[in-house]
């Protein structure tokens, strides 16, 4: 029997796979396969404009050939230490506007939270609170206990800027050693060098 073609996803996602991606459970909720949900979620933020309008860092996003394909992207993904993890594009290489096999890799919300450096809020370097006289004050938050913690006082904004990613070298070299994926933990080693 020859099964129903399927439309592209947003276009240019082919859902090559002979099972179906959705079923209903025992209460009559449809469910979607865990695969599918990741590989559709990454197809909208690479070509969804309505995903990119609300989050433009996505725009000029883009997926290698081979992931276009779901199965290439299952094949690939039953490789990875994914379960509870988000998948990042720009870990490995921060600033990487690819998805691909080796740019990819899957991190703990914990740690997505980390290298995600908040807007700032005034014109001062991220890490650089305020300014109490001719001194610059430095502060980070420590991830492990949600606190954020007072670095010092320094004559520049940039010396301030420095101790930050400093005291945020110290807080990756913690979650390098927890990481499964050694891409992972090597980037976290050198991410705020």
């Known amino acids: ?31 979607l396969c865990p695969v599918y949900q990741i590989w559709h979620d990454m197809l ?12 433009p860092t996505y725009t000029d996003c883009s997926v290698c050939e081979s992931w276009l394909h779901l199965s290439n992207f299952e094949a690939w993904l039953g490789l990875q230490d994914y379960k509870g993890k988000h998948l990042d594009k720009d870990i490995i290489s ?10 990819c890799a899957f991190i703990d919300q914990n740690v997505n939270k980390f290298i995600t450096d908040g807007g700032r809020k005034s014109n001062l370097p991220i890490g650089v609170t305020c300014r109490r006289g001719c001194r610059y004050i430095a502060q980070c938050c420590d991830p492990f206990t949600g606190k954020t913690s007072y670095i010092g006082s320094f ?26 994926d050694l891409r992972v933990a090597a980037a976290l080693r050198v991410r705020y060098l």
């Open 94 to 103: 921060p600033g990487n506007k690819l998805y691909s096999p080796s740019t």
């Open 44 to 55: 909208e933020r690479c070509y969804c404009p309505v995903f990119n309008k609300k989050h």
């Open 1 to 31: 029997m020859i099964g129903k073609k399927k439309s592209p996803v947003y276009g240019i996602g082919i859902n090559d796979l002979e099972r179906n991606v959705t079923w209903y459970d025992s209460n009559g909720q449809r469910v």
């Open 155 to 180: 004559n520049s904004a940039e010396a301030a800027h420095q101790a930050w990613k400093r005291k945020k070298h110290e807080y990756a070299l913690v979650y390098a050693d927890q990481q499964s």
